[in-house]
């Protein structure tokens, strides 16, 4: 080796070793990054092929420089190495140059078919290689050195990469327009460094140009683009911030909306009424109210919203403000669920329902009038017996069909007796196995607490609830409401 291989041959080994380094830094980096999966594992796929393609070329470089025969056979099989990590660094990028210019997905199956066949071609002629003259041979030179000799056949070599290339050409003219500008700058370097590495290399043949080019514009596209995508990430994560808060606000609105003091009614002996709702997203479908409409009379009721999250939640706004009005006007629980029911169904293009029970207890007497809209079966302790279900009528949901008829009836509630309302996240809550908890749990429990106050009977209920179903999520909004008459004698203090 003459003095200028030599020097070629020392800034070569540095070039790359440094390269190396910074690779590595890159991959740890990148493994360190909490942006999407999928361009994680591909942004480390292409920096290990160029790392492959780089070591390779360092090892060949140190091998040459050694005078050993013994390293004929390990430097062919470096060689090797280095022409495959070319290859694999081609259709790395190509991948990346498909998930960045939104390919349509028949041509995307097919460019993918396209690449993985020139990549198995590549592949095959090197490994043919490895037993003749075509593509490079390993000769000593005068001072033993070992030393890859190009062969006739040498420029086919880059056969797979420079198709690959072209395709990708092709890929971003068709489906690159609309890509951003820094993004279109680095991927024309990729194309054209390169070209100007060859370029290069015909008149200074001891400069690795096309390497440091090759690698130079591959690194620099990809910095490019995981620059983008770490944008892309930051702007959702700034955008999900955003989206908590305001759902976190829109939770504290629901829950405002809903009677959440209690006791409700301190300056009332005859009644205690308590209620809860925990909802399986930020916001629930589920809803209750409570409200005398006089001195004398209650009104109560619960519903449940087809649907979950926000959707359900502004359904269920609106529906609670129309059923208090119409309570307020009408007084007649079967006239409050039509009357509703038209209302929502004038103007209800998603299509959504809700089931409710409502009620209005007459305080002096203990008369209440009822009327159901496919809700679940209410449970009813009478003062010398414990809970039951009341298999009431049950009417079409609200909202389903406008000329829904609903039919009211009548329940006498004695002093001592106590009513609990649910939605059907109580008897559908489910444990791992996919096993329900049901009403017989259910009124188990009630039973269980028939004697407390309506306060500990809502969580007794959560408590068998959870015992039940212990880690499993939670996938429905679980509302409950116990009402405990104490009779008419209960005149406001």
């Keep these: 080796m003459d003095v200028l291989d030599i020097i070629a041959s020392l800034i070569t080994i540095i ?10 830094m890159c991959i740890n980096q990148i493994s360190n990054l909490h942006f999407n999966k999928k361009v994680q594992r591909l942004s480390i796929f292409v920096f290990s ?17 050694l005078p050993v025969k013994e390293l004929l056979v390990p430097l062919k099989i470096v060689a090797f190495l280095e022409f495959f990590g070319a290859g694999l660094m081609a259709f790395s990028v190509s991948m990346v140059i498909l998930y960045v210019f939104n390919v349509p997905k028949k041509l995307l199956k097919l460019n993918k078919t396209i690449f993985v066949i020139l990549l198995l071609i590549h592949t095959v002629l090197l490994v043919i290689s490895l037993f003749n003259d075509w593509y490079y041979t390993v000769e000593l030179t005068a001072d033993n050195c070992p030393m890859l000799i190009q062969g006739d056949k040498f420029i086919i070599s880059n056969f797979a990469s420079l198709a690959m290339m072209l395709i990708d050409i092709n890929l971003f003219i068709r489906h690159g327009r609309n890509r951003e500008k820094r993004l279109i700058v680095a991927f024309w370097i990729y194309v054209l460094l390169p070209l100007l590495g060859i370029i290069l290399k015909t008149f200074v043949t001891n400069l690795p140009f096309i390497i440091w080019a090759t690698v130079g514009s591959t690194i620099y596209m990809f910095f490019v683009f995981i620059t983008i995508q770490t944008e892309e990430f930051e702007k959702q994560q700034n955008a999900a911030t955003r989206l908590d808060a305001e759902l976190s606000t829109a939770t504290r609105i629901q ?12 300056n009332r002996n005859d009644f205690d009424i308590y ?8 916001v629930g479908g589920d809803f209750y109210d409570f409200f005398l409409l006089d001195d004398d009379h209650l009104a109560m009721m619960i519903a449940d919203v087809s649907g979950k999250g926000v959707p359900a939640a502004l359904f269920m706004m609106s529906t ?9 006007l009408l007084k007649n629980p079967q006239d409050i669920l039509m009357t509703t029911n038209k209302q929502i169904c004038q103007n209800n293009q998603e299509n959504m329902f809700v089931t409710v029970w409502l009620g209005i207890l007459d305080l002096r007497t203990g008369q209440l009038r009822a009327a159901n809209a496919g809700h679940e079966y209410p449970a009813l302790k009478k003062p010398d017996g414990s809970f039951e279900l009341i298999k009431d009528k049950h ?21 001592g007796s106590k009513l609990f309302l649910y939605t059907d996240g109580v008897a559908e809550a489910s444990d791992s196995a996919d096993m329900l908890f049901g009403t017989d749990r259910m009124t188990a429990a009630l039973k269980a607490h028939e004697n407390d106050s309506p306060e500990k009977i809502l969580q007794g209920i959560k ?22 008459y104490a009779g008419p004698q209960g005149a406001p203090v």
């Design 395 to 415: 009417g079409m949901a609200v909202g389903c069909l406008e000329t829904a008829k609903y039919k009211e009836y009548e329940l006498t509630l004695e002093k």
């Design 463 to 484: 408590d068998a609830i959870n015992e039940f179903v212990k880690d499993a999520p939670q996938f429905d909004d679980i509302t409950m409401m116990c009402l405990d």
């Design 15 to 24: 070039t790359v070793s440094i390269g190396t380094g910074l690779l590595l």
């Design 275 to 282: 209620a809860s709702m925990e909802p399986a997203k930020e």
């Design 320 to 328: 609670m403000i129309l059923l208090r009005n119409n309570t307020m």
């Design 255 to 266: 829950a405002d909306m809903l009677p959440n003091v209690f006791p409700a009614f301190p």
């Design 49 to 65: 092929t160029i790392l492959l393609y780089l070591d390779s070329r360092l090892i060949r470089e140190i091998f040459q420089s």
